[in-house]
């Protein structure tokens, strides 16, 4: 009797941590590799948290529409570099803006920070080229 009931409680402990391992899911994938659309993915980002201030300030304006031709291989107005180099974000303006390094002044959206879902997504886009999709 003690013997069964040892293994019941045994196998129920079994099951609870099998049932807790599975309760957890997958990991949604974040990768570098999954394809980033500046329209679908970047565009919106820059219109909840950017174009607020960003129509003028910095003389950027981020709004749909204009923001790829002010970003990509054109040089920032207050720093010498360009804002968006294809394929290299850690010598982009608009990546270093937004990674918290403070390598360019203020970190962006002024006065706070993106979600870290949003920094690796624009970190993404210009790893794979900076591509107008
Ligand atoms: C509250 C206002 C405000 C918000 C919101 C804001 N910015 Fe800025 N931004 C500024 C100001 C002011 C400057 C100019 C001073 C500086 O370079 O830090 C600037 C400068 C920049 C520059 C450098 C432009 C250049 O060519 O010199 C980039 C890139 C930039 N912001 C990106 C962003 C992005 C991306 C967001 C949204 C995630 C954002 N900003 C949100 C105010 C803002």
Not at 10 to 29: F, H, Q, R, T
Not at 69 to 88: E, F, I, M, W
Request: glycine residues 10%.
């Amino acid at each position: 009797m003690k013997t069964t009931e040892y293994i019941i409680v045994v196998s129920l402990l079994l099951l609870g941590i099998a049932g807790c391992k599975m309760d957890k899911g997958p990991v949604e994938p974040e990768t570098d590799t999954d394809p980033i659309s500046f329209v679908n993915h970047i565009q919106p980002i820059f219109d909840n948290y950017c174009t607020s201030c960003h129509p003028s300030s910095g003389n950027l304006d981020l709004s749909q529409g204009q923001s790829y031709s002010q970003l990509v291989n054109t040089s920032a107005s207050g720093y010498n570099a360009l804002r968006v180099k294809p394929g290299d974000p850690e010598n982009s303006v608009l990546y270093k803006k937004i990674d918290g390094s403070g390598a360019y002044g203020s970190n962006m959206p002024l006065g706070s920070s993106l979600p870290q879902s949003d920094i690796n997504k624009i970190k993404a886009w210009i790893e794979q080229g900076a591509p107008n999709n």
